[in-house]
Every structure is written in C-alpha cells, then in structure tokens.
C-alpha cells in the first residue's frame, strides 16, 4: 500500500504524519515500510538520519525521490508493505506524480484560514489525479488543533469547509503538542516516546482509521 502525505500548504505537520505512520505500521503491524522523502527541505531525511544514529530505535529505510518519480513509484510499492510519501507543502511535478498512483492521499491541514484556502486547489488536483488513479482515496486530516474547550468550533467549521467539497475528512485530529516537535527532533516518534501519550493515541487513530477505509467511502470527484 502506498500512503502519500502531501499539501499545497506548509507547516501543517506533513513530515510528522507521515514518520509517525511509518513508525505505527513498522512497530504496530510489523511491516516492512519504506520513507520516500519528496520535499527539498529534507525534513524526513534528516529524521531518518538521526534516527538511525539511536540503535534502541528500529530501523526504517528513507530514499528521496524529485520530479517525475511514478515510475520509481510503482517500481518500489512491489518491494514493500508500506510506502510512505512525504511531499513538500507545494504543488509540484513530485506530489502529483505520487498522487497518480497513491492508494491513499491523506492532507493535513490546521484550522486556520490561510490552510483551508488551499481546499479548492487540492480538489482540482485531486479530481485529474483521479483520472488516471480511479482506486485513490482522498482525505484531510486536521492537526494542530488548539486544545481550548472554545475552539472546538474553529475544528468543526474547517472540517466543514472540507466536506463542502466533497472530500473525505477524518474523524481523527491531531491537537498542537510539544511532544510532536520534541520526538522528532530525536529521530524518534510519538508512539515510541510516550506510547500510552494522548499523541500516540491521536497516530494510532489516524492509522486505524486510515486502514478501515473501503473505497464507497472516498470521494468520485464527478
């Protein structure tokens, strides 16, 4: 299965996401998982990186792909249970390539204006993606939500604002912890460093979420 984690929008914890996922299905599933790291910031790489400098933590394999890369794509789905793809906060030749065969293209976003202003595009790219991708499934993720009791309506309406275009949104969100900074600065993840945490809690209903997806539920983009 091939997840990409990918956006128009930066700084809405893409790289998190998509290495706490890796570390869920490596740990959780005991699946052979492989890190494709498509951002030029490299923010993946260097995770890996220091992850593979702490011998306690298991290894996961990271390569990095720009440009034209379906055809690596395809190539490199075969040789693993999980390919995970983390694509930079903008459109470019990498994130559509990746939506073009992904099996599930997850978005997170924050609730903040600037991100959900992004929603449009993200539906246009998504609808041609699906052209040549039928099997794809779409959805946001909203992270870094404040976690005061009175902003719980600011994660309602930027859900909302998603559905209205007929994308799925889950149901799961992530809230703005220190832990998320702080786990990957160490090469680490959440469910590693607190794995009964609220953090760890928030992946793995990410994740469990993410797999019992069935594909009446994505988006036909008519």
Known sequence: ????????????????????????????????????????QRTTSDWIQARNGDPSLPTINCIQLYGKIRNDLLSLV???????????????????????????????LRPKRRDLKTV?????????????????????????????????????????????????????VTFSRNIYDDSEEQGSSVLEIEPQGKAAQEMITIAEELMAMEPDNAHEFN
């Open 120 to 172: 449009p595009h993200m539906e246009d790219m998504l609808s041609t993606c699906k052209m040549v991708n039928p099997k794809m499934l779409a959805s946001f993720v909203i992270t870094q939500c404040p976690s005061l009791p009175n902003q719980v309506k600011r994660i309602l309406e930027a859900k909302e604002v998603c559905t209205s275009y007929g994308i799925n949104v889950l149901n799961a």
């Open 78 to 108: 075969q040789h693993y249970d999980y390919v995970i793809v983390d694509c930079g906060g903008q459109d470019n030749l990498a994130l559509r390539a990746a939506m073009s065969v992904a099996d599930h293209v997850i978005i997170p």
């Open 1 to 40: 299965m091939m997840i990409l984690v990918g956006g128009e929008k930066g700084g809405s914890g893409k790289s998190c996401l998509a290495q706490n996922l890796a570390v869920y299905f490596a740990s959780h599933k005991k699946a052979i998982v492989l890190m494709v790291d498509c951002d030029p």
